[in-house]
């Protein structure tokens, strides 16, 4: 039985069909405008026969000419395109009715359930137990998770983040200040409880927009053999307790002839934002 009880309970992916909403409208915008050729380009239209285990094509002129004029090997460029084109004018067709209901859709998200607790006075606000929380609050109540930190051994003094938060590599400074200026919350080395083991990721952060926690876990002496053992064991652990890389946890390597870079943070980051 997969046990994980201390992910999300209180945040919940109340935005989730918000933002599955904006991006299927992106894709159907898309379809729609389109700028394919006019379907005018492409006169006729197709009689598609089944002969045996395969097809026989016909190209029908017009009204007057019900079976048409059988198509050869030869005309098969023909033939795919005049199906090209009416599979994309009836997709087109489909995209703006789906279009049209998603469109009402959007804006009922806008203006209900997430709204009620929004609208109310500040005097009503503190006597209920809202069921989605607005975004400071949220983030509020996930920052003020207890945990009891472990400190780092042997630290160095190069190593504070902006937040003023001991690391332990300048690697994770990095990390750690890239993900404060992107304005993402995250606690630092907060234990979690995968089966028997107990892991430190290095950053539990909260993805707002989707009201989920994920870990980021930086393994930063992979030239060592006995290192990329740990690292292999620990990402295991993570799978086998349910956390799926890309999905809940994400990770970064370097080696002293690889090191992390800003641009690769950067890419993270930009991941850890999309819609």
Known sequence: MNKRNNRDVMYGDFKQLERLVKRRIRFLEYIV???????S????????????????NYFVSGKDDAQGKYMQKKDDTLARAIAQRDYDAKV???AEKELAVLYRQEKMAAGCVNAVYDNLVPGRKVLV?????PDEECVAAWEDQPYTHVPVENASAENITKNGEQVRSKSEVLIANALSDAGIPYLYEKPLQLFDRTVLPDFTILD???RKTIYWEHFGMMEQEKYKDKAYEKIISYQRAGYMMGVDLIATFESSSRPLGTKEIGRMIAGLLAP
């Open 33 to 39: 405008n389109k700028k394919d050729a006019p379907e």
């Open 41 to 56: 380009a492409v006169q006729g239209h197709l009689r598609i026969v089944k002969k045996g285990t395969g097809f026989q």
């Open 92 to 94: 087109r067709r489909a």
């Open 129 to 133: 137990k809202p069921v989605y929380l």
């Open 208 to 210: 707002l927009r989707r």
